[in-house]
């Protein structure tokens, strides 16, 4: 296997702010890929494609939109797409468009959040689709200033919709986390640098400076999640990242990221991404590119 994903170089150049493709098209065609850009994709008419973000892979619906951040393996494939007439807006833009300090004003809030979730690749709602999928296909007849308010516009309104899902796992990526909350952030990068080996609620605790049953109730409200969920799904990521550009066994893998067993791991490998290791691995090296 080899370690290397396409890395595009897209046509946005310094001097633009984004750019925008439309098209029809008969299949998806351009392999797995990264590049540095924010991308904002919609996808109409395109039920049975495959999407691929980071370490998720999805069949999709009729209606499609996703906000990949910069570096973020990403592709659609036609797998069992039957559709000729797949309609495609892609709009790609710079990650230092909006400036750290600018997001960091209050009335930005939700669109700095929605970017840093973005690291792990966002799917919005079907509600959020056809609420925006107009202003999104009309984008490329705005030209000037006018084009980038609007922009601005639509990543506001998709900044503060509901029931936006994020795809990627962590651990997926070298991302900082991001949640609101030093004492989360504090105990995920702690899991993030110690998945290789048993972690406990008591260290995680003390890292939190929280009494146990404290903090695993204050964690599900955070994250929605409990303690050895978050644990389970950082190691998910960083086995997912393995499969993808390592030669190492599923019971290697397995083991390196901190299960106890090879049963185990599989177990909770297939309730997360609905696949074994092994049919996930092989979904990545059928549409390997070689550099």
């Known amino acids: 296997m080899i370690s290397n994903v396409m890395r595009e170089i897209t ?38 494609a495959k999407r691929v973000v980071g370490g998720h892979i999805e069949m999709i619906d009729d209606l499609e939109l996703a906000l ?17 007439e797949i309609v495609e807006v892609t709009i790609q833009f710079h990650k230092d468009l909006f400036d ?16 840093d979730r973005s690291q792990r690749g966002i799917l919005f709602s079907p509600e959020t689709v056809l609420a925006l999928k107009d202003r999104l296909l009309s984008l490329d007849k705005r030209t000037g200033f006018d084009s980038v308010l609007e922009l601005l516009s639509i990543l ?23 949640y609101n ?10 899991m993030n640098l110690n998945y290789n080996r048993q972690v406990t609620l008591a260290e995680v605790s003390r890292i939190a400076n929280m009494p146990e049953a404290s903090f695993s109730r204050f964690i599900k409200k955070r994250t929605g999640k409990t303690f050895i969920d978050s644990l389970n799904e950082i190691r998910l990521g960083h086995a997912s990242r393995m ?13 390196k990221c901190g299960f106890n067993n090879i049963s185990n791991f599989n177990r909770i490998f297939k309730r997360k991404k609905l696949c074994i ?3 996930f691995r092989e979904t990545y090296t059928s549409n390997w590119v070689f550099i």
């Open 11 to 48: 046509p946005l150049t310094p001097s633009d702010c984004f750019t925008i493709f439309s098209r029809v098209k008969q299949k998806f065609d351009f392999p797995l890929h990264y590049h540095e850009e924010y991308e904002l994709n919609l996808i109409l008419n395109a039920k049975g």
């Open 68 to 84: 990949i951040g910069p570096n973020l393996y990403h592709a659609w494939f036609t797998h069992q797409c039957q559709n000729t």
């Open 100 to 115: 750290e300090k600018f997001l960091k004003r209050n009335q930005l809030n939700f669109l700095r959040t929605m970017f």
């Open 156 to 178: 506001h309104d998709l900044s503060i919709s509901r029931n936006m899902r994020t795809l990627s796992d962590l651990g997926f990526t070298s991302e900082k986390f991001y």
């Open 181 to 190: 909350s030093r004492r989360i952030e504090k105990v995920f990068e702690y």
């Open 243 to 255: 499969l993808i550009e390592t030669t190492d066994t599923v019971a290697e893998i397995a083991y």
């Open 277 to 279: 290791p092994k049919e």
